[in-house]
C-alpha cells in the first residue's frame, strides 16, 4: 500500500531541501526539456537557490507547498495570488504516485480562497501531458525562454 501523501506549507527552513528537490528534478525529471545541455541546466537552476527561496517564503503574494511521504520531502509547488502557478516539481522517482496532482489541487485551492477564477502556468514539454490530465489547456502559443520551449496554458475554476 502507498504511503499518504502529506502536503503543508513551506517553511523558511525547508529552502534548501526545496531548492534541492527542485535542482534534481530539473536534471533528471526534465532532461527532454534541456537535454543536458549544462548552460540551460545552469540557467534554469540558478533561479531556484536558497536564497531565491527564502525571498518567495517571506512574501505573502507568494505560496510555497511542499509534500511529504514517509515524513521524506519529495515535492515541491509555488502559487502567486493572482493565480499563476510558478512552479511544481517532484523527484523522478515519485512521478506518476500521485505527488504532483496532490500539489497541483492544493496550489488551486490556495488561489481558489484568494478569488482567483483560473489559474495559469508556462508548462515545458516535459510537464505539458501532466498539466493536460488536470484540465489545463493551451491558453497561448508556445515560445522559447532561455532555450526552453515553454507553453502557456490555463484552467478556469468556473
Not at 30 to 48: S, Y
Not at 116 to 131: D, M, Q
Not at 148 to 158: A, C, D, G
Request: hydrophobic residues 40%; positive net charge.
Amino acid at each position: 500500500m502507498e504511503a499518504p501523501i502529506c502536503i503543508r506549507p513551506a517553511i523558511l527552513a525547508d529552502a534548501g531541501i526545496i531548492s534541492r528537490i527542485i535542482e534534481r528534478s530539473i536534471r533528471i525529471g526534465c532532461a527532454l526539456d534541456h537535454r543536458n545541455d549544462r548552460q540551460r541546466v545552469h540557467a534554469w537552476i540558478r533561479q531556484q537557490s536558497p536564497e531565491h527561496i527564502s525571498a518567495w517564503l517571506a512574501d505573502p503574494q507568494f505560496y510555497l507547498n511542499i509534500v511529504l511521504l514517509r515524513d521524506t520531502p519529495v515535492g515541491v509547488g509555488m502559487a502567486v495570488a493572482n493565480g499563476e502557478i510558478v512552479f511544481c516539481y517532484v523527484q523522478p522517482e515519485c512521478f506518476r504516485r500521485g505527488v504532483g496532482r496532490a500539489l497541483m489541487d492544493d496550489l488551486e485551492g490556495w488561489m481558489r480562497i484568494r478569488g482567483a477564477a483560473c489559474a495559469r502556468l508556462n508548462s515545458t514539454r516535459t510537464g505539458e501531458p501532466f498539466y493536460r490530465r488536470l484540465g489545463y489547456g493551451e491558453c497561448a502559443r508556445a515560445f522559447t525562454h532561455q532555450g526552453l520551449q515553454t507553453l502557456p496554458m490555463s484552467k478556469s475554476f468556473v
